[in-house]
């Protein structure tokens, strides 16, 4: 196989494959964060918030693999 | 005639309207987009109508040169968003009164809520000295992330030396400017590290306590106590030099947080608006939006956490 077409593959997968653990991970993020708010409906802010500051910190194991599928395709 | 209460609080034919516009919206966009030239092939649309394929650039072009320094287009962005921030809180508080007008009281509230984030995190009296670098990453990185947002502003194009390239393009997309960012909020919390804690801040990474205590308990006798704190002292040693290489991970994590979530988001509403182009563009403009919030929010947030934890180290045992 050719190195243009080993580039592409290498991209689709490299990103394909990153994606399945912060998925998982922001899934159960989620859960966590709606029983919290289900036995109590007062925190929501609270919960809401650190909620979504979890979701980043998972989404940036994901973003670390977007960023290896852009230098394989634009700049290697 | 009064207004008949239609949808969403306007009346039925203001109501109406807006549908028609967004379907009018919506057909031309899909058949100008990628969409409609592989359904239909060639419409003969006019020519500000059709979107060519991008050619996303990672490195950011050079404009000009101030005498051997290269002046970057993402540099140029990075000083309007300094002037748009020095002007926006320099005509705010320019006559400040106790009950603030509307202009004085946005800035109150943008202050409140970095200052009441800080003390929620990190106490009140550090909470106050953290403030500052903490609101100056978080506007910062926000500011940039929005001004690259603004309608237009990608498409002013101006030759250079290296043929065309875009004269703004927004400073998160380049990797050196995160990269800064990452080393300014690593020195930060050492320095409030060594400044609260005084030199035993590194006994954190060297961890010799342990160690040295159980060798003393040797040579005064008590060989089992010894021995099991030896065993003990060296695997402290070891955590503490995985503490030293997560600090400096921090640094290469924190880069391509901001780098990734910023370029990804260019490159998606790229294609977006190569597929379809006003309607695709809708959505992702709000995720970009809110992605851009987010990501300084994290940003500071992080910051401030680590701070946090130098300045009041956990402590395991004790």
Known sequence: MDAEAMKMLAA????????????????????????AVARNPEARGQIFTNMIFAIALAEAVAIYALVVSIILLFVV | MAKKKGC?????????????VILAIGVVSLLSGAFGSSLFGDLGLPEWLSVSVP?????AATIFHIGSI????????AW??????????????RNMKLIPGRYQMIIESVIGYILGLCQDIAG????????????????????????????????II?????????????????????LALALVSFVFVEYWGIKTLGIKYFTKFLNTRKLTSSICKLFKGDIKGGLS??????????????????????????????????????????????????????????????????????????????????????????
């Open chain 1, 12 to 35: 689709g997968i490299s990103m394909g494959f990153g994606a399945f653990g912060p998925g998982i991970g922001i899934g159960i993020l989620g859960y966590g964060a709606v029983q």
């Open chain 2, 8 to 20: 969403l609080g306007c009346s039925f034919p203001v109501a109406i309207v807006v549908v028609l």
């Open chain 2, 55 to 59: 050619h996303p650039e990672l490195p």
């Open chain 2, 70 to 77: 290269p002046i970057t287009n993402t540099m140029i962005t």
């Open chain 2, 80 to 93: 309007i968003t300094i002037i748009v921030l020095v002007a926006f809180f320099y005509f705010g508080t």
């Open chain 2, 124 to 155: 009140e009296k550090y909470g106050r000295k953290f403030f500052a670098i903490v609101a100056t990453i978080f506007l910062f990185v926000i500011t940039n992330a929005w001004i690259s947002l603004i309608p237009g502003i990608g498409s």
């Open chain 2, 158 to 178: 101006v030759h250079t030396a290296e043929g065309e390239a875009e004269l703004f393009r927004g400073v998160n997309t380049d990797i050196n400017f995160p």
């Open chain 2, 229 to 318: 704190g030896i065993f003990y002292g060296i695997i402290d040693i070891f955590i503490g030099l995985i503490e030293l290489l997560s600090e400096l991970m921090r640094i290469i994590s924190f880069t391509f947080r901001l780098f990734g979530n910023m370029t990804g988001g260019e490159i998606l509403m790229l294609m977006m608006v190569f597929l379809a182009p006003f309607l695709l563009a809708i959505p992702f403009y709000g995720l970009e939006l809110l992605v851009g919030f987010i990501q300084a929010l994290v940003f500071s947030s992080l910051t401030l956490v680590f701070a946090n934890i130098a300045v009041n180290p956990a402590h395991a045992e004790e």
